[in-house]
T-cell receptor, first 109, second 115 residues
């Protein structure tokens, strides 16, 4: 079993749709959970991070962590064409970070 | 806004040649990382570096790879004898280290093409 599983997509939605991105993981030692956004030919940039289980909201973005199920999610409300990118989940424990494969999202105008 | 700077942006080399990729971390950051991303694949951890020594490395980071911070500013990744399968985007990332929030700051990447 891979340490971090993420459906690579691609995922295509119309503008304004709610997007749900998910990852599962196997290592219960992970403490910090992140979502990175990566535009084509660019480095990943941190979008959101959460510590332990719960929800965190930032504008149109909501991150959820369920440690009991080893499942994390990122929701994007009112999606925009500018949200088109690859979204990578990441998680770490003591500076040992692991990334998901990334989900390629396209938001069509 | 402070940023991680990587050079070169693209390097083409012949198989068997040595390559050095350079990274200038954000000035107050203490943890440094190299990741690679083969085209269309996931971001893979190579090595982490703290206090002038390797703190962790993956199985990808074999004897052909080395890292150092020779002058206290540049953080370099050296590949001694490149192979075709080393062709990838190499990302440097840094972290403050004061609080382990997982907030890695990535550079724009160095694309390596091995012919």
């Amino acid at each position: 079993q891979k340490e971090v599983e993420q459906d690579p997509g691609p995922l295509s939605v119309p503008e304004g749709a709610i997007v749900s991105l998910n990852c599962t993981y196997s290592n219960s030692a992970f403490q910090y959970f992140m979502w990175y956004r990566q535009y084509s030919r660019k480095g990943p940039e941190l979008l959101m991070y959460t510590y332990s289980s719960g929800n965190k909201e930032d504008g149109r973005f909501t991150a959820q962590v369920d440690k009991s199920s080893k499942y994390i999610s990122l929701f994007i409300r009112d999606s925009q064409p500018s949200d088109s990118a690859t979204y990578l989940c990441a998680m770490n424990n003591n500076n040992d970070m692991r990334f998901g494969a990334g989900t390629r999202l396209t938001v069509k105008p | 806004e402070p940023e991680v700077t990587q050079t070169p942006s693209h390097q083409v080399t012949q198989m068997g040649q040595e390559v050095i990729l350079r990274c200038v971390p954000i000035s107050n950051h203490l943890y440094f990382y190299w990741y690679r991303q083969i085209l269309g694949q996931k971001v893979e951890f190579l090595v982490s570096f703290y206090n002038n020594e390797i703190s962790e490395k993956s199985e990808i980071f074999d004897d052909q790879f080395s890292v150092e911070r020779p002058d206290g500013s540049n953080f370099t990744l050296k590949i001694r004898s490149t192979k075709l399968e080393d062709s990838a985007m190499y990302f440097c990332a840094t972290q403050t280290g004061t609080v382990n929030t997982g907030e890695l700051f990535f550079g724009e990447g160095s694309r390596l093409t091995v012919l």
